[in-house]
């Protein structure tokens, strides 16, 4: 099992926070989004503790664009995270919740004239600065609206670590941030302190998604301070955050092997209190936001299985009653995942098939050549690790209901997403 908190019952069914998985599709019906409380509190906990073991002057940051709605947050402000937006809606969503805006971040490579000013309303904590257009009109906008925004920047550090291996080279081709090596940043950092409505922060980077190795943050974080301690002898200024961003990989199938939080930390750890004891700066405070370590290994999806097309010296097909408009990640990239027949939890997964959804496309699938115990029309089809980037990517097309999310803790579920009903899919239809 990929997940060490999913069990199996007598029944052979999958259990996820103390719930029958079947027993969930048939009370909630599918599909279903099932997400285990504990789990996401642990989760959080976990970086929690690391950071503040191994480093002390710390914030954890939930990246919510992996998962974002009301519920969501109460839990990320219960347990003391703070919260990245990048948009109105999920900033609106945060505010909903009660969540305490000065812990609030807000993102995004081009944020609208109304998102800024609902930034500055709404006095988020830190507005991490995309490019210097931003720079200009965030400025002014806070001197009509007589406040100071604390903001950062974002930098392309020049590593990008977007796969199991990572590559230091230039990266000046992104659209997020400001580029080092051609002195964009560094002109933007002397731009703000020249301006009034703004305070720098610190910087930011974010290196890349699902990322297993250590190294990339490492470097990343040596190329961040190399460039604090220019700042600091060129400019004097000294900056407080260092923000290291996201993309701690997580297990989607048995072969992922992330890298322990913990070990993590203690790394980026050592290179920063090194490097600043040597070079006399003050040590920053560090940021970091993971998204889908926190909530994707806490999440499954459920489905009722329908046709089972055995296409002789082909491939088998299993149909399911959902599809990309809930999960469009392997669409998208191919992404892993590991499947099970959730009432079939106790027999052997020697059956190949591809999991294929009900939209009129022939890429929507699930899975190809996914492992699993002999499928057949009424079973339960469960996709594991489904609880980041999957319902914050869903989507109406052929006019599908956006399932429900339950949340399961000891053996209780609660619904905390309804599902769209049709009546829902023609509400904004004049
Ligand atoms: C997406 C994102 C994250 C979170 O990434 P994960 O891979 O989900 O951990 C963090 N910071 C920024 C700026 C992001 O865009």
């Given amino acids: 099992m990929i997940n060490p908190h999913l069990?199996?019952?007598?029944?052979?069914?999958?259990?996820?926070?103390?719930?029958?998985?079947?027993?969930?599709?048939k009370k909630f019906g599918t599909p279903l989004y099932v997400i285990d409380e504990q789990q996401v509190r642990e989760n959080c906990r976990l970086f929690k503790d690391s950071i503040e073991k191994n480093y002390k002057k710390g914030m954890v940051v939930f990246a919510s664009k992996a998962l974002?709605?009301?519920?969501?947050?109460?839990?990320?402000?219960?347990?003391?995270?703070?919260?990245?937006?990048?948009?109105?809606?999920?900033?609106?969503t945060a505010i909903k919740a009660g969540f305490p805006s000065e812990h609030i971040f807000f993102h995004g490579n081009n944020k609208t004239t109304d998102e800024l000013e609902m930034a500055l309303e709404e006095n988020v904590g830190r507005i991490i600065v995309d490019n210097i257009f931003e720079l200009e009109e965030l400025d002014e906008l806070a001197r009509k609206m007589n406040k100071t925004a604390k903001i950062m920047f974002r930098i392309k550090p020049g590593i990008d670590a977007h796969t199991h291996d990572f590559i230091r080279t230039g990266q000046i081709d992104s659209k997020f941030g400001f580029a080092l090596e051609n002195g964009e940043a560094f002109d933007a950092v002397r731009r703000a302190a020249a301006l009034q409505n703004v305070k720098l922060m610190g910087l930011h980077c974010h290196i890349g998604s699902q990322i297993f190795d250590n190294r990339p943050f490492v470097e990343a974080a040596e190329v961040m301070l190399n460039f604090y301690?220019?700042?600091?002898?060129?400019?004097?200024?000294?900056?407080?955050?260092?923000?290291?961003g996201g993309g701690f990989g997580i297990?989607?199938?048995?072969?992922?092997?992330?890298?322990?939080?913990?070990?993590?930390?203690?790394?980026?750890?050592?290179?920063?209190?090194?490097?600043?004891?040597?070079?006399?700066?003050?040590?920053?405070r560090m940021l970091i936001e993971p998204g889908r370590s926190i909530v994707g290994p806490a999440g499954l999806t459920l489905y009722t299985v329908g046709a089972v097309k055995e296409i002789k010296d082909v491939r088998n097909y299993v149909t399911i009653d959902g599809g990309m408009t809930d999960n469009p990640r392997y669409a998208l990239y191919k992404s892993a995942y590991t499947i099970m027949i959730a009432n079939k939890a106790d027999q052997p997964a020697d059956y190949t098939a591809t999991v294929a959804g009900k939209c009129c496309e022939s890429g929507d699938l699930i899975q190809e050549g996914a492992q699993m115990a002999k499928p057949e029309k009424g079973d339960i089809l469960a996709v594991l690790a489904t609880g980041a980037y999957n319902y914050s990517m869903a989507s109406n097309y052929n006019r599908i209901p956006r399932p429900a999310m339950v949340m399961v803790k000891d053996g209780q579920a609660r619904e905390i997403i309804r599902r769209e009903s049709y009546e829902d899919l023609i509400r904004n239809d004049i």
Avoid: W
């Fill in 7 to 25: 069990t199996v019952n007598q029944n052979g069914h999958l259990m996820i926070g103390g719930c029958d998985t079947v027993e969930l599709a």
């Fill in 68 to 92: 974002n709605c009301l519920e969501m947050c109460r839990i990320v402000k219960q347990e003391g995270l703070g919260l990245d937006v990048v948009s109105g809606g999920e900033l609106y």
């Fill in 229 to 244: 301690l220019k700042i600091k002898k060129e400019l004097g200024l000294t900056l407080e955050d260092l923000n290291l």
């Fill in 251 to 284: 297990k989607y199938v048995e072969q992922d092997d992330p890298v322990g939080y913990d070990q993590f930390m203690g790394s980026v750890s050592d290179v920063v209190h090194d490097f600043c004891s040597k070079n006399d700066m003050d040590i920053p």
